[in-house]
């Protein structure tokens, strides 16, 4: 069974930095993509960044030049290292497999850009 375990995540003032590790155990037979996800208070969840089987990466306008996404293979591991952090990066922050059978979400983590 899949499973993807975030940590990273605090509190921070802002431009500070944060470097956000999902992890994922368990056999994955394909791999598509990793994806992080944020959904801030009364807000949709949105896409921030992904990275795919072949290293191509995106980003959410808003976080381009910020944020970057990448993966550690050997370890299982996806990273979102987030710097100049600003209020409007507070949320919580979940990353997201997808795979050929399936994608598979980890519990999230929580992020807070405050003063």
């Known amino acids: 069974q899949v499973q993807l375990v975030e940590s990273g995540g605090g509190l921070v003032q802002p431009g500070g930095s944060l470097r956000l590790s999902c992890v994922q155990s368990g056999s994955i037979f394909s791999f598509y993509a990793m994806d992080w996800y944020r959904q801030a208070p009364g807000k949709e969840r949105e896409l921030v960044a992904f990275?795919?089987?072949?290293?191509?990466?995106n980003y959410l306008d808003s976080v381009k030049g910020r944020f970057t996404i990448s993966r550690d293979k050997a370890k299982n591991t996806v990273y979102l290292q987030m710097n100049n952090l600003s209020p409007d990066d507070t949320a919580v922050y979940s990353c997201?497999?997808?795979?050929?059978?399936?994608?598979?979400w980890g519990q999230g983590t929580q992020v807070t850009v405050s003063s």
């Open positions: 997201k497999v997808v795979t050929e059978t399936g994608d598979y």
């Open positions: 990275i795919t089987s072949d290293g191509t990466t």
